[in-house]
Each structure stands twice: as C-alpha cells, then as structure tokens.
C-alpha cells in the first residue's frame, strides 16, 4: 500500500455512515541516539550538536563565533531515525486538504492564516491504527464503537 | 566597494523585478499617459516584495531551502504543480522579452537588424549561465544597470515643478480624458511588476548559491532594504521623465527610442549613451535572472540538484531546463511576435502565481521547524496577512481589468 | 530511545531527499507502507513506512489513480539517516536507481559540451 491510497480516502463508520476524509497519517518516529549520546532532540542547553547539518556544508557551524550559537542550534532540528510506524489516521469531516502545519499545537502563526485552515478543518479527529477495520480503495471502514482522540500534534519530546 | 558588492543579489533582483523590458515600457506608458499619479502603487509595492523578500531570504539563510522547494513541501504536488506552470510561462515570457529587448537595445546602439540580435545575445546569456560564477554575475551586471539612475538625473536636469510633482503623487486622481479601468489596469500591472514571484524564486535561490547562513540576516535586510527600493525609485524615474516630457505633448509611448527620448533632450548624448548601456544590463541582468528562475523552481519542484556553484555536470538537469527555456524563447521570438507585448500576458499568470507563492512563504516563515527563534514576528505577520489580502484582490481584479481596457489601451 | 510523533503530510511529503554528501537526490512523492512481517498492510494491524517512492508517482498524484507496482522507484526507509526539514540518506546518490535521469543527461549531454566540468567556484 501506498500512502497516496490513503489520503483523501473517504472515512466511514461500520455501519457506512460517512465522517470525512483523510487529510493526514500520524506516525510514530524512532529517534536514535547518535555518537555522543545528543539523539534527544536538539535545545538550547546543546549548541552545535552533530545535528545540525546545513545543506551539506560546514557552514552553519560557526558556534563561538559572533554569539549566535543559541540561534544556530534552534533552527535546525534534524533527527538520527530509525523505524516509522504507523500510528493513525486524521480524519476531517470538510475537507480533504491539508493542514499546512497548523495542526501542531506550538504553530498559530499568522492567525489569519492559521484561524482559516483551523476553521475548514474544524471537526478533525484522529482515530488510531488499530481501529481501522477495512480498507478498501477509496474507502477506510472504521471498527464499531472507534474513539475520537485529539488531533493536535505536540512536538515529540519537545512537549 | 566590498559592503557594495554586498547587496548586488538585491540590486539584482530588483533590477529584473523593477525594470525589465516590460516593465521599462510600462512604467514610460503610466507616465506619459498618468504623470505622477501611480506612484503610490510602486510605493505599496516596494514595501511588499521588501517584506516577502526579506521572508524568503530569511528562510533561505536559517533553514538552507529556498522559495520553491517549501512552495513544494507546503502547497503538495497539486497547488505546488499550478504554481510551477504559471510561474514557469512568466518566467519564459518574460525570458523571451528580455532577449527581444537586448536585441532592440542593441538595435538602437547599432541600427544592426534585432532579428540578427536575438541568437547573439542567447547566446550570450547561455554563456553567463554555464561559465560565469554567481558573484561575478551579479556584480557586474548588477552595478552596471545601476547605469539607469541616468533617468533620474534626467528628470532632475528636466526640472520639473517640484511642488506640483508632490501634489499629484500625494493627491493621486484618474487624469482628465483616461478610464479609471485603464487607471486599475495600469495600477493592478505596476504592482504586479513590483512583486513578481520570480524575485523572491532568485534572491532565495541566490542566497543559497552565496551559502548564506543564520549570520547572514543582516546581509539579508541590507540586501532587501537597498536593492527594491532603489528598484522602485528607478522605476518612478523612468515614468518622471515621461510625464515631464511625454505627456504635455500627448506623445504615446510605442518604442524603446521615445522612452529614452526625455534623457536625451535633458542630458545630450553622453546621458543617453549611460542609459542605453543600462538598460541593456539590465535588460540582460532580467534575462539571467528569469533564465535562472525557470531552472531553479523545476528543480526545486522536483528535488533536482541545482545551482550555478555547482559544476554544470552536477546538476545536468538544471542546466538542460535553462538550455531548453532559452531556445524556447528564441522561437516565440522568431514568429515575430512582438516581445513587449508579450510580458502582458503574464498578468493572467500572476493571478495564479501570486498567491501560490507568498502564503507558503508567510506559512513557513512562521514554522519553528525551519525558523527556530527566527520566526516572523508581529509586525512582518500582520504586513503580511494585511499584503496578503492585496495580492488576492490584485489578482482577482487582473484578468477582468485587463479583458475591460483591452490591456490598458 | 526517544519517538518523535510527525505527520506524514507534513514531515516527508514533498521534502527535500538529500543524500550522503549533501546533494539533491529528489523529494518525496510517496510513501510505500507494509506490515510488520514486511508483507502487505493489513488494516488496524502493526504498519510502517518501508520506502519512500519518487518518479512516476508524482503525476497520478496529481493526476490520481496509481501507477502499476513495477513501476515504482523505491528508496528503501532504511537508508534514511536523518530527518530534519530534508530527509537525508546514508547513501550517495550515484548508488539509487532514482538518479537515473540525472546521469543520463550528464553523461549524454552536460559532460559533452564544452565546459560541462568546469568548476565557477574554482580558479578563473
């Protein structure tokens, strides 16, 4: 399968009542350590970390120089990963575009933009893998009595 | 000399943005036909592409990516793809203009036929593109059409009221005898040329090609704060000259000689021969830029390596795609068409590409993943949202102002 | 060890594929999920990505419908290092079958003009 079979899937319920469609998957991502033990995500307490790799050159890593290490080690959060797997579906009952990023609970910025895109999505929940029954093309049948959890992405570790 | 070179990417791109062929010819029509009555219009659009510029620059210095590739990332394939082909035709439209306008500059220096022209000064581009280093090529072709400053001078030697000029550009009304359509249509294609998405494609783009970083932001603000304004004052100039000259003689403006005419009669012939030379670079300089613009939102789009620091068989696709967009544009040229009256069919297009570009660009500028602590603030969102809300009505109002005035004539 | 909860919309659709060096690879068009045995997803049973898909599955994304299995170019999920606002690859890209086009025309066309291995950053 394909995640492109899945997106803008319509979502019904066992008994074929529709809910929406699906806009995104949630996945759950293996963070690895690296070589000095800095695999947890990048913060302000850990400038210059071997993370932050910056379009294939050593530029970026100027810590110590002109006192913008803090900035530098913000900026780039690039993770050592592992597996993927699958955690859920987001399913909006008005739409099947996207969110452009507005569902993570940190991003409210600007609230024109952010209040449209929150406002065509209003409604969205996330319903977990494991309540998937059957998916047929086009289709996603969910299992009967499938809980409703909160869309919101927090930001891994960082929350 | 080197803090200079320093802003030459903005000077650059403001050059190709502000005063290209197209535009060089627009602004000499909205000046002999509208006097100082638009000027406001440039006025908004400076502040606009200085603030999404700064926005794609910034994005291009802390996270390494440039415009189209978080076009891409944030619109998906669709939007992202609409964009592509609407941002590509302006990019190839106004590619095939500025070639036809080195080609008629050149005509006008040398009175040698410009269909002889436009395979030489092709050719001439090609060579830039696959032989010349980026800072070269912005230095030089940046400082010399800075040449174009002839026109203010001009209008300066001209002499006009001053206190008359003021009183029009700040109590801007429709001219006796003129549309108010045709007012909107030139207004709505003023602003259109200030904020033409390629800019923001190019300087991004060009801000990875110079290997920006996160310490570069100062470089960033200078780069946005000096080159589009002085972009937009060369712009008012060029339509200063007209409405002083052109315009109490009812003259219409048709040819490249009469857009020039006004820095003759005020500067003789060594003015004249300044400015010649200036548009001619910075017709060329639009040329690189558009050139470079077609290659870097494909490859963007597509993931392909790209970028002039590159040696050209490292990004061999890159290359190939401006190869192709160049000898495309000698062929529309070759059906002689005439190449101003090409650039005016990007307006449709810009009714697709403006808003597709610059709400990824506010969208991402704001995404503490790419930005860290360098996310927009207050003031850049609420400009933005507020210019957002511009960029929308200009390009709903640009097609049916342009089907109504029969394109501002 | 730590997990990261991302979107897949969001955090590696249309990225930026990087590889080993730092060069443009691709972005990714698609994802191709299995199940945990590596065979095919079974619904509301352990899943993961196991390769991230470009080329033809571009245009029926845009266009729908799906192009037939053998025509998909794969990276395999397991040579993603890292992931950042690029995904970046623990492999060169000269390795992946996906940099097809990109090798051809610098092989057939780029390298053969003039010029094609002149390094601008370089001397003169």
């Known amino acids: 399968m394909i995640l492109g079979d899945l997106l803008d899937a319509h979502v019904v319920t066992h008994d074929g009542e529709e809910l929406g469609r699906v806009v995104d998957l949630r996945l759950s991502l293996e963070v690895l350590e690296e070589g000095d033990g800095s695999g947890g995500g990048p913060d ?38 592992g597996s993927a797997d699958v955690v859920g579906l987001l399913v909006s009952p008005h739409t099947g575009g996207s969110f452009l990023g507005f569902e993570r609970r940190g991003v409210r910025s600007p609230w024109v933009v952010a209040a449209l895109v929150r406002w065509r999505h209003r409604g969205t929940f996330l319903v977990a893998w494991h309540d998937v029954e059957r998916i047929s093309p086009g289709l996603v049948h969910l299992v009967p009595g499938f809980e409703k959890l909160d869309p919101t992405l927090d930001e891994g570790e960082d929350a | 000399m080197k803090k200079l070179l320093g802003v030459a990417l903005g000077i650059l791109t403001a050059i190709g943005g502000f005063v290209d062929i197209g ?28 603030l999404f510029a700064e926005m794609s620059g910034r ?36 590619l095939t203009a500025e070639i036809g306008g080195i080609a008629l500059a050149l005509h006008l220096a040398s009175s040698v036929e410009p269909r002889l022209w436009m395979p030489v000064a092709a050719l001439a581009v090609w060579l830039v593109l696959w032989r010349v280093k980026f800072s070269i090529m912005e230095n030089v072709v940046g400082l010399m059409g800075l040449l174009l400053i002839g026109f203010a001078v001009a209008l ?12 029009e550009i700040t109590q801007p009304a429709v001219p006796e005898g003129e549309h108010p359509a045709a007012y909107w249509y030139y207004a709505v294609a003023l602003f259109g040329a200030a904020m033409t998405p390629y800019e923001v494609f190019f300087f991004s783009s060009g801000a990875v090609e110079e290997k920006w970083t996160a310490k570069s932001l100062g470089q960033n603000r200078l780069n946005v704060f000096t080159g589009f304004p002085l972009g937009g ?114 307006v449709v297009f810009s009714a697709v590409a403006l808003p597709l570009t610059y709400i990824p660009i506010l969208v991402v500028a704001n995404d503490p993943d790419y930005m860290g602590a360098r996310v927009n603030g207050r003031v850049a969102n609420t400009l933005g949202s507020v210019y957002l809300g511009i960029v929308l009505v200009a390009a709903l109002a640009a097609i049916p102002l342009m089907i109504a005035t029969g394109a501002g004539s | 060890m730590t997990r990261r909860i991302i979107d897949a919309r ?91 086009p990109e090798r051809w025309l610098r092989e057939h066309v780029v390298r053969r003009i003039p010029g094609g291995q002149h390094d601008p950053e370089g001397e003169s």
């Not at chain 3, 990276?75 to 992946?96: K, R």
């Open chain 3, 10 to 100: 969001l955090h590696l659709l249309s990225r930026q594929v990087l590889d080993v060096d730092g060069e443009p690879v691709t972005t990714v068009e698609d994802l191709e999920l299995r199940g945990a045995d590596g065979g095919d997803v079974v619904a509301g049973e352990p899943a993961h990505v196991a390769a991230i898909l470009s080329g033809p599955v571009l245009v029926t994304r845009i266009l729908g419908g799906r192009p037939p299995q053998s025509r998909w170019e794969r990276i395999a999920w397991s040579a993603v290092s890292h992931l950042g606002t690029v995904v970046e690859l623990d492999v060169e890209a000269s390795t992946l079958d996906v940099d097809w």
């Open chain 2, 59 to 94: 994005v291009a210095a802390v996270s390494g990516r440039a415009t189209f590739e978080i076009i891409r990332e944030r619109l998906g394939p669709r939007a992202g793809g609409a964009n592509l082909v609407a941002s590509f035709a302006i990019n190839l439209l106004t």
């Open chain 2, 233 to 346: 004052l060369l712009s008012v100039a060029i339509a200063g000259c007209a409405a002083v000259v052109l315009l109490p003689h009812g003259i219409e403006v048709s040819t490249l000689s009469q857009i020039v005419l006004p820095v003759a009669q005020a500067g003789g012939t060594l003015l004249l021969a300044v400015v010649i030379v200036g548009i001619v670079a910075a017709t060329f300089g639009a040329a690189l830029e558009t050139a470079l613009s077609s290659g870097y939102t494909l490859a963007q789009y597509l993931g392909w390596s790209w970028g002039k620091f590159r040696r050209p068989a490292q990004a061999a696709r890159f290359h190939v795609t401006m190869m192709i967009a160049l000898l495309l544009a000698v062929a529309i040229l070759m059906t002689s068409v005439d190449p101003v009256a090409v650039t005016e069919f990007s």
């Open chain 2, 156 to 167: 300066f030697l001209l002499g006009p009221d001053w206190s008359q000029v003021a009183r």
């Open chain 1, 44 to 81: 302000e307490a850990e400038p210059g970390g071997p993370d932050e790799r910056e379009h294939g050159s050593g530029d970026a890593d100027d810590q110590g120089d002109d006192g913008d290490t803090p900035l530098v080690a913000q900026t780039h959060r690039s993770h050592a990963v």
């Open chain 2, 23 to 50: 535009d060089l010819v627009t602004n000499a029509v909205v000046g002999a036909r509208f006097g100082f009555s638009l000027v406001w219009v440039v006025a908004v659009g400076v502040i606009g592409i200085c």
